[in-house]
C-alpha cells in the first residue's frame, strides 16, 4: 500500500511542479467586457448544463463578463488556474485539496456539487452484497491518481480492508465501463453516473457511494489567490451568472437546459436526453446542486467543516504529508445576489 501512496505522492509532485503565480493576466478587456477564460474537467456534457446555460442565457454577458471555454484534466486545470494562465477552472475538487497541500496557490470560491461523484459500481451478479465483499475482488481505476483511487482506499479503510486486500488493474476512462460489462473486473471504481448509464443498457448493477464513507465534493470552481484578490469583483460575478443559471435549472428548466447543452456543446448525447434528464433531476438538482448548505446560504456554499474533514482523511491515510485549515482553500466570497 505504501508504495502506491509514494507513488500517488510522487505523480501529484510532478503535477503541481512550478504551480506558483507568474505575471501572466488572465483577464483582457474585450469590447467593455472581462474576457476571461474556464477550463472545465474532460470534454462537453450535457452535465455542464449550468455554465453552458449561463453563456448561452446571457448571464455572463449581463454581469460584464466574455467567457471562453477550454477543456482539459483536472490537474491540468489546477496548474494553469494557480500559474494564472486561465482566470478559473472547473475540476474535480480532490486535486485541487491535494494540491493546496503541495502549496498550489489556488482557491475554491465556489462547491457546485455538494456532494462527490465517486462510486464502487459492480454487477448484481457478482455476490458483492456489502463493502467488505470487495475483498480478494478485482477493481478497475483510471489510474493511481486518479480522485476514485482517494476514495477506494478510504472506503475500504472505513470497512477494516486495505489497497492490498484487492487487486487493482489499471484501464483508460473510455474502456474501464466496458471491463465491468465484459467481466473482465469484478468492479470499477469511477462516477456514480455511469450507474444510470450501466441499468439504461439493461445491466443489473449496484454500488457503494464514497459520500457514504468520507465528505466529498465534485466539481468545484476555482480561481488563483492572486485573481481572487485583485479581482474579486470579477469572481462574484462569475458565480452571480452561475448562480442564476442553476436556479433556473432547478425552477422546473432542466430539460431545457439539457436540449440547449446537446445542441451547442455536446451534440454527441443526442438521442441520450430522457437518461439524462432523470439524472439531473435525480441526483443533480436535489443532492449535487442543492443541500442543506445552500438552502441556508445559497448554491455553491463551501462547508469549511467538511473539508476539513475531508483533509484530515486524506493525512490520516497518508494521502498528503500534513493537513492544514480549510480557510486556506476554500473561499466563501460576498456575493451581492
Known sequence: MMRKIVGLLLLCGLLFAGCG????????????KNKVAIQIDGAATPYYAPLYLAQEKGYFAEEGLDVEFYYASAAEI????????????????????IGRANDVPVNIIHTTYQEGLGSVIFKDSSGIKTPQDLKGKTIGITSYGSPNYIQLQVMLEKVGLSINDVDIKIIGTGAIVNALVSDQVDAICFSMLRTYDLRAQGEAVSE????????TQGNVLITSETFRKEHPEICTAFIRALDRAIGYLVDGHVEEG???AIEKYAPGAKGNEAKIVEIMEKEFVPHLWQSSNTATHGFGYSDLTRYE???????????????????DLAVNMEVEK
Do not use: H
Open 258 to 260: 439539457v436540449a440547449l
Open 309 to 327: 474533514e475531508y483533509i484530515q482523511l486524506l493525512t490520516d491515510y497518508g494521502l498528503i504529508e500534513k493537513a492544514y485549515p480549510a480557510v
Open 21 to 32: 503565480t507568474n505575471q501572466n493576466s488572465p483577464v483582457e478587456k474585450s469590447a467593455g
Open 208 to 215: 457503494f457511494r464514497s459520500e457514504d464513507f468520507m465528505p
Open 78 to 97: 489546477v496548474k494553469n488556474v494557480a500559474a494564472n494562465n486561465v482566470a478559473f477552472g472547473f475540476p474535480n475538487s480532490d486535486p485541487v485539496v
